[in-house]
Structure formats: C-alpha cells, structure tokens
C-alpha cells in the first residue's frame, strides 16, 4: 500500500542565531551579527517529517523581514494542509509563488517528499553531476591587510576561492586594495568582488577601468538592482564578468536580464528566489542562454544550504571556482548539521541519505526562538 504523502500538520518558528564574528558588507546592508530565519516543519500523514528554511534578507535585499516572512507562512500554510507533496514537486507548484516563505514551503515539500521515499533531492530534480561542490570564502568590507589575515587562515582550511566585499570605502581605495590583496594572494587561488549594490555608475565605471585587466573572477551586483541600463553599459566597458544577485529575485527578472545581454553570471541563493522549483527553473534558463551560475547565501543556516548543494551538485553551468557553501561555518551555532558536510574547502553530499539528509535539532531551534511556535 502507498503512503500517504498528504501534509497533515505544519509549524514554524522565527529564530535569530548569532555569527562567530560581525560581517561588514556595503553601505547598503552595514554590519550583520545574527543570522534571522523562520524554521518550517511539515509532517506528512504517513509521519515523514521534511523541513524548510526563510532566509529574509531585509528591506533592501529581497524585500522581506522576519516578521513579514511569519506573515507570509500565516497566510499560506492553510493552504498547504491536505496537499500531495509527490503532487507539489512533480508539478512545481512552488513555481506558484516566490519569496522567502514560499521558499521555506518548496524546501520542506522536495525533503519530506525523498525522506518518504527514500530519495536525496538531487535525485528529484535530476542527474548528480558532481559529489561535492568547492566553496569560497568571504571577507568583510575593510582593509587589504584584514582580507589577508582571513584569507590565510582559510587557505589553511583548504579554501581557494575568496570573496571581497565591497561598496563602503572610496573607490580609489577599493583598487588600491584589490591589488594589494591579488599581489598576496597564495599559489594557486582565485578572487571575486561584491559591492552588494554598494557603487554609483561612475564609481563602478572607475572600478572595471582600473581593474580590467586583472584576474578576477567576477564583479556581482556593482549597481542597485534596479540599474538594469547602468548593468547593460558597465557590461560593455569591460572583460571582466558581471554577475548579477539582488537583481533577480524572479524568474521574470533573470528573462530580461538575458534579453538585454546585460550580465555574465547570475547567483542564486535558494531562499531569495523562492524555493527549489524557482532556482532550478531560473538555472535551466541562464545555462541555455550560455551564461554561468554562482551557488551563493546570505547568512543562511544548514537546511537552506543543504538545500542549495543539492541542486548545485546538479547544474552543470557552474562558475568555475568556489561557491557559498560556507554560512554555517561562520556562525556561532547552527540548528542542523550542515557544517559536518563542509571540509578541505569544499561542501559534501552525503552518501544514502533521502530528502535533504541534514539532521535538524528542535532543541537549538527552540533555544534561538525570538517569537511564538506557530502550528497549523
């Protein structure tokens, strides 16, 4: 007889979970200390349990707040009870919807879906190309000197690629300190930039001037993400690739990206583009326009990051260099045990193990609760 895979009951809490240390990035966003979710839980009929993570990124990142996010799940997750989760990931109904709680539901459909049938993710969206994915590690917006002391001591962890963040110092200082760093960076690694929307036309026009010849490996979001002309021209000032991030949200926005020929590489980050169903379709459309996919996240815990590796492990247009798979090693706790898939510089699949396959502790989750279990 098979299971019944119907949602009968789901919960979620608002958690705040701090960082091991504080993270600078732009003028935009300033300096982050916690990490801020909404934990979802669903439980099947059968008793199959999948979990779902919302990583709202704030006003001016992807719209949503921990309480908007707690707002959204009230409104959806009705709905949700008495559904087919075979149904919902067959038919990618998380398409339906994007934002982080719709995000939070399409997670914990796709893992209560392979936990009941003894599935991993990958597998329900579509053929392993790799076991593993290597990762990159990211620098707070400061100095070259700071950049350095972090680079080395995550070399030493086995990372290789590195992310400078940017978009809150002069930008005659920013090329001084790209250069600096390039200059000191070991044998054998790779750097990228981000000004998180952090720049003016005319300070991101000065920066690929200065830098056009350098190896690096891209420029993400230089511009406000709704700088979609300022992105076309910068794109035609310089070899260096421009990705883009909070400028796609949907699938919508990566369509007219594509059509303007307006950036190289397009970053997806599970959460802010509303799920697995989203950022899988948002992949299928950037490689079949010949562009790249950087893997990325913003603060995000073990559930959205396993998530994420999941579908990297599938997409075949990869950035050739690392990705973010290394959130939850810079916090100070997390409610899963994704960091344990995280060593020599590089995220693991684990072996065997259906849906998402991380262990999730309701006992930490409870411990960084900052509001009320909701239940449905």
Not at 87 to 109: F, L, S
Not at 179 to 204: F, S
Not at 222 to 246: N, Q, Y
Request: aromatic share 6%; glycine share 10%.
């Amino acid at each position: 007889m098979a299971a019944d895979l119907t949602v009968k009951s789901a919960a979620y809490w608002p958690i705040r979970v701090p960082l091991a240390e504080p993270y600078h990035l732009s003028a935009v966003y300033g300096t982050l200390t916690h990490s801020q979710a909404v934990i979802l839980r669903l439980e099947l009929a059968d008793g199959t349990v999948g979990w779902g993570e919302a990583d709202p990124g704030g006003k001016k990142f992807d719209g949503y707040t921990l309480e908007s996010t707690c707002q959204a799940l009230d409104g959806l997750l009705p709905g949700l009870i008495g559904q087919d989760v075979a149904d919902w990931v067959d038919q990618k109904r998380g398409r339906a919807r994007t934002g982080a709680a719709a995000a939070a539901m399409d997670v914990a459909c796709h893992d209560a879906l392979g936990r009941a049938t003894g599935r991993p993710v990958w597998q329900l969206l579509g053929t392993r190309r790799r076991p593993a994915v290597e990762s990159l590690w990211p620098t707070s917006s400061g100095t070259a000197e700071q950049d350095m002391a972090t680079i080395n001591r995550a070399h030493a962890q086995g990372y290789r690629t590195y992310m400078l963040k940017m978009g809150d110092r002069p930008i005659d200082d920013e090329i001084v300190r790209t250069r600096a760093v390039l200059d000191a960076l070991p044998a054998g690694t790779q750097l990228m930039v981000d000004a998180n929307q952090g720049w003016t036309r005319e300070q991101a026009q000065a920066y690929v001037a200065a830098c056009d010849t350098l190896p690096l490996v891209l420029v993400e979001q230089p511009l406000p993400a709704d700088d979609l002309e300022g992105l076309k021209d910068l794109r035609t000032r310089t070899r260096l690739p421009i990705s883009v991030d909070e400028a796609i949200l949907r699938p919508d926005q990566v369509a007219d990206i594509i059509a303007a020929d307006a950036a190289d590489v397009f970053s997806i980050k599970i959460s802010k583009n509303g799920g697995l169903a989203n950022s899988q379709a948002i992949a299928d459309m950037v490689e079949a326009a010949g562009k790249r996919i950087l893997m990325n996240s913003m603060i995000e815990l073990g559930i959205t990051q396993a998530a994420s590796l999941h579908l990297g492990c599938t997409i075949a247009g990869l950035v050739p260099c690392g990705h973010a798979y290394m959130s939850t090693r810079r916090m100070a706790d997390d409610i899963a045990d994704f960091s344990d898939w995280v060593y020599d510089g590089a995220a693991h699949l684990p072996d065997g193990e259906p849906g998402l396959g991380v262990k999730v502790s309701l006992d930490k989750i409870e411990q960084y609760c900052v509001g009320e279990r909701h239940g449905f």
